[in-house]
């Protein structure tokens, strides 16, 4: 089976903290994702990876940036914490083709107060 | 801007009657089709994938696909309280990037 882990299930942290996602798969794949999920707004895209350092942008990078030095771990940061990035963050991984399938880390609650 | 477009909800089927999830989607260059479930608390699992026009069945499920109509659509048979959850529909582009919708929530009645 795949495995996505998200190392932090539940998070509370102060406005302005610097904060650290973790996010590691086994199954060797090359793409790597990071999504939030709010009430209402569904799962949006923060940033993509398709290879090992490298990113791509998705719909809301702002105020977050990735890492990604080796292939089976993908970074969330978010640089200094703010109230509206109060959310559910998951991570997702799949294979480098067009129509694959992607799977999901168990996901990250994350407080900013 | 790619847009995959569900009904929010709640849509509520009696057990054992058939529920059946709409979705409709703006690129016309999609090539694959998801259905994920995701229980309240919980992150979405893969029920279904289709990428060719026409029905797919897996058990209870059955995923509908009309691309020239640009929908896709998911039927469950038998309808059990434990399938009462959200239901996002996804797809996946060119660049290998999946765009969910916002899924709709379902909830069967006892």
């Known amino acids: 089976d795949v495995k996505v882990t998200q190392s932090s299930r539940y998070l509370v942290k102060r406005t302005g903290e610097k904060v650290f996602l973790e996010c590691v798969q086994d199954m060797d794949h090359e793409n790597m994702f990071w999504y939030r999920q709010d009430p209402g707004l569904g799962l949006r895209l923060i940033y993509f990876s398709y290879d090992v350092k490298m990113k791509e942008k998705g719909d809301i990078p702002e105020g977050y940036s990735v890492s990604r030095e080796k292939k089976e771990r993908f970074s969330l940061i978010l640089e200094s914490a703010s109230t509206n990035q109060t959310s559910m963050y998951l991570c997702?991984?799949?294979?480098?083709?067009?129509?694959?399938?992607?799977?999901f880390g168990e996901g990250s609650w994350l407080t900013v107060v | 801007q790619k847009e995959v477009e569900q009904n929010s909800g709640p849509l509520s089927v009696p057990e054992g009657a058939i529920a059946s999830l709409n979705c409709t989607y703006s690129d016309r260059g999609s090539q694959s089709f998801f259905w994920y479930r995701q229980y309240s608390g919980k992150s979405p699992e893969l029920i279904m994938f289709i990428y060719s026009n026409g029905d797919k069945e897996d058990g209870r499920f059955t995923a509908q696909l009309n691309k020239a109509s640009q929908y896709v659509s998911l039927l469950i048979r038998d309808s059990q309280p434990s399938d009462s959850a959200t239901y996002l529909c996804?797809?996946?582009?060119?660049?290998?990037?999946?765009?969910f919708g916002k899924g709709t929530r379902l909830h069967i009645l006892p």
């Open positions: 996804a797809l996946g582009d060119r660049d290998d990037k999946i765009i």
């Open positions: 997702a991984s799949s294979t480098g083709f067009s129509g694959n399938t992607i799977y």
